[in-house]
T-cell receptor
């Protein structure tokens, strides 16, 4: 089946550091990728939708300059948390979808980000 | 604005019981609905996807139904096992052409041996 690989799975860094998270579709071409944020014991909140070769569409309340998204190829999207602060600590999950909307979204295993 | 709610928020049952998890959504104009499983600290595993034109989908011990007009879906788990313990999330995709999913609040299930 379709596999989405997310890296790293866990990162701890100091406040002020920028952190890049990668999301790769390993065996299919993902025209659209999604980035979600999940706080403890809460559901997933969509941050942005990323389409290959175009600018990401951000959800209301999500800072574009804070969370930089790049979808340079059909198999890779990256999320960079710039100048991270403790309040950015969270679980970040990506998903990938083939253009055919009848196909389910496939999720990565998530990245746990802890900012000290 | 689409809102998705899941009841109950948490459930603890003895092994072997048949379970029903509920998902309700406020806007019936959906393209499809998907049920996921999430283990602690992990990503999501897709369980079942129901298109808006379908009434139900089955996979093994799992059966998901969809009543679009009333804005409800149920996930039925037969003969529950301790390995079924996880958080179950439903998510709906709108019919407006977007691929975006709105997630429910989740049901944390614990099956006791």
């Amino acid at each position: 089946g379709a596999v989405v690989s997310q890296h790293p799975s866990w990162v701890i860094c100091k406040s002020g550091t920028s952190v890049k998270i990668e999301c790769r579709s390993l065996d299919f071409q993902a025209t659209t990728m999604f980035w979600y944020r999940q706080f403890p014991k809460q559901s997933l909140m969509l941050m942005a939708t990323s389409n290959e070769g175009s600018k990401a569409t951000y959800e209301q309340g999500v800072e574009k300059d804070k969370f930089l998204i790049n979808h340079a190829s059909l198999t890779l999207s990256t999320l960079t948390v710039t100048s991270a602060h403790p309040e950015d600590s969270s679980f970040y999950i990506c998903s990938a979808a083939i253009r055919d909307g009848n196909q389910p979204q496939h999720f990565g295993d998530g990245t746990r980000l802890s900012i000290l | 604005k689409q809102e998705v709610t899941q009841i109950p928020a948490a459930l603890s049952v003895p092994e072997g019981e048949n379970l029903v998890l509920n998902c309700s959504f406020t806007d019936s104009a959906i393209y499809n609905l998907q049920w996921f499983r999430q283990d602690p600290g992990k990503g999501l595993t897709s369980l079942l996807l129901i298109q808006s034109s379908q009434r139900e989908q089955t996979s093994g011990r799992l059966n998901a139904s969809l009543d679009k007009s009333s804005g409800r879906s149920t996930l039925y788990i037969a003969a529950s096992q301790p390995g079924d313990s996880a958080t179950y999330l439903c998510a709906v995709r709108g019919a407006s052409g977007t691929y975006k999913y709105i997630f429910g609040t989740g049901t944390r299930l614990k099956v006791l041996a």
